[in-house]
């Protein structure tokens, strides 16, 4: 596609409930990255995959949380057991190489809501 | 850890007026750092990407600058509009890490 793509936009989820956020990146793109904007909040990063490469989990606040990136392309990002405090807008960029000055291209967003 | 800060929070400026965001960052080893704006309820846009090595960059009416050695950014935004109202949001990439590092944006507001 011509961008980044995210779903579903909106998601509202009962408490303890899994659920699964998708990302399709730019075609051709290596890098993809997860981030989490709460209300009133800055972005707050997630997790970042390159290529091959093992992915960088730092961000990913707890064990609740995992993503997976199939084929070098397709991503998912998976909340186990949901809480209220995980209700956000998450965001997934990519960019075709990391490091030396690439643009990074985010989708529109999954609003999760957890009632 | 990156620490990036912008400034001012908030700016309600009158159509028409120039006006510069600002962005500073705590560790000067950035491989670039990148505009964004965020309408509400949107995705994040890129704006301009400036490189390590560059000083500035320019799109239409818009124009960043990028010095290093004192951690700062600058956002310019000439004959403002309407339409510029936005969160304006900066991102820079370390050396020693791949994540965009975030500021809290500016959210700017342009009067008729």
């Known amino acids: 596609g011509a961008g980044v793509s995210q779903s579903p936009s909106n998601k509202v989820t009962e408490k303890g409930k899994d659920v699964e956020l998708r990302c399709d990146p730019i075609?051709?793109?290596?890098?993809l990255y997860w981030y989490r904007q709460s209300l009133g909040q800055g972005l707050e990063f997630l997790i970042y995959?390159?290529?091959?490469?093992?992915?960088?989990k730092s961000g990913l606040p707890s064990d609740r949380f995992s993503a997976e990136r199939t084929g070098g392309s397709v991503s998912t990002l998976t909340i186990q057991r949901t809480q209220q405090e995980d209700s956000a807008v998450y965001l997934c960029?990519?960019?075709?190489?990391?490091?030396?000055?690439?643009?990074?291209?985010f989708g529109q967003g999954t609003r999760l809501t957890v009632v | 850890k990156q620490e990036v800060t912008q400034i001012p929070a908030a700016l309600s400026v009158p159509e028409g007026e120039n006006l510069v965001l600002n962005c500073s960052f705590t560790?000067?080893?950035?491989?670039?750092l990148q505009w964004f704006r965020q309408d509400p309820g949107k995705g994040l846009t890129s704006l301009l990407l400036?490189?390590?090595?560059?000083r500035e960059q320019t799109s239409g009416r818009l124009n960043a600058s990028l010095d290093k050695s004192s951690g700062r950014s600058t956002l310019y935004i000439a004959a403002s509009q309407p339409g510029d109202s936005a969160t304006y949001l900066c991102?820079?990439?370390?050396?020693?890490?791949?994540?965009?590092?975030f500021g809290k944006g500016t959210s700017l507001l342009v009067t008729p």
């Open positions: 960029a990519s960019s075709a190489r990391t490091g030396t000055g690439t643009e990074a291209f």
């Open positions: 075609s051709g793109h290596t890098a």
């Open positions: 995959f390159q290529g091959n490469s093992a992915p960088d």
């Open positions: 560790d000067s080893a950035i491989y670039n």
């Open positions: 400036i490189q390590s090595s560059q």
């Open positions: 991102a820079v990439t370390t050396n020693s890490g791949y994540a965009l590092n």
